[in-house]
């Protein structure tokens, strides 16, 4: 998944984009709030972490610019304004979730698949099409209730993508999308390496190729 990260601070932008990253997300990050309307309008993004207080157009201004082109996508704030008054302008202005600096980042990585969850209509803290079930608290994966299978983060980035659109084809460049953030090297066959190392911990028929498209994994199996 990728995730738009909007903190002026160097040293906590620096340290959030870091444990984004460990934590399997392509995290892009950026540093005041009109770069980040501009850079939303031309890139898909699964989940916004948004700062208060931001040089230029303030995080309450960026919400709100979001949220009145009806735009849906998850937001949580990340601030150290942490005021009654602040929490409520926030959450009342779109925002679906608030968290006070300092935090820990376990927290907000809960915080965030919580969120996400959410979102995709579903209470249920594991990925499945019925078939092969994803834990993104854990990176563990499991085939018909079988025993679990850890996932390389690149590996976990990969399934998740499918199995949050079960049914969908995604191509190469569509996954690419989701799992590589700005600056990281793709490899011309990373995709289909990855795909190739899936099917070897968890077997050949869980990841289907349409040839010539992209690949999926089936709906509601």
């Known amino acids: 998944?990728?995730?738009?990260?909007?903190?002026?601070?160097?040293?906590?932008?620096?340290?959030i984009?870091?444990?984004?990253?460990?934590?399997?997300?392509?995290?892009?990050?950026?540093?005041d709030g009109q770069t980040a309307l501009t850079t939303l309008g031309c890139q898909h993004y699964d989940l916004v972490l948004l700062d208060l207080g931001l040089p230029g157009k303030d995080g309450l201004e960026v919400l709100a610019s979001i949220r009145?082109?009806?735009?849906?996508?998850?937001?949580?704030?990340?601030?150290?304004?942490?005021?009654?008054?602040?929490?409520l302008r926030g959450l009342d202005g779109g925002a679906d979730d608030y968290v006070s600096k300092p935090f820990q980042m376990a927290e907000?990585?809960?915080?965030?698949?919580?969120?996400?969850?959410?979102?995709?209509g579903t209470a249920a803290p594991v990925l499945s099409n019925g078939v092969v079930s994803l834990d993104p608290a854990t990176k563990e994966a499991s085939v018909n209730g079988g025993s679990q299978v850890q996932l390389s983060n690149r590996e976990f980035?990969?399934?998740q993508a499918l199995l949050v659109r079960p049914g969908a084809i995604l191509s190469r460049s569509e996954?690419?999308?989701r799992i590589y953030g700005w600056g990281e090297e793709v490899e011309s066959n990373a995709v289909e390496f990855l795909i190739h190392s899936l099917r070897r911990k968890l077997g050949s028929e869980v990841i289907k190729n349409v040839r010539g498209v992209g690949w999926m994994v089936s709906k509601d199996a």
Do not use: F, H
Request: glycine content about 6%.
């Open 68 to 87: 009145a082109k009806d735009n849906p996508i998850p937001l949580l704030i990340i601030t150290a304004r942490d005021g009654l008054d602040d929490r």
């Open 17 to 31: 984009q870091g444990a984004l990253k460990d934590a399997s997300y392509a995290a892009d990050w950026v540093k």
């Open 157 to 159: 980035s990969l399934l």
């Open 175 to 177: 996954l690419e999308d």
């Open 1 to 15: 998944m990728r995730i738009l990260l909007v903190e002026d601070d160097p040293m906590i932008g620096e340290a």
């Open 108 to 120: 907000l990585l809960a915080r965030m698949r919580a969120v996400l969850r959410r979102k995709g």
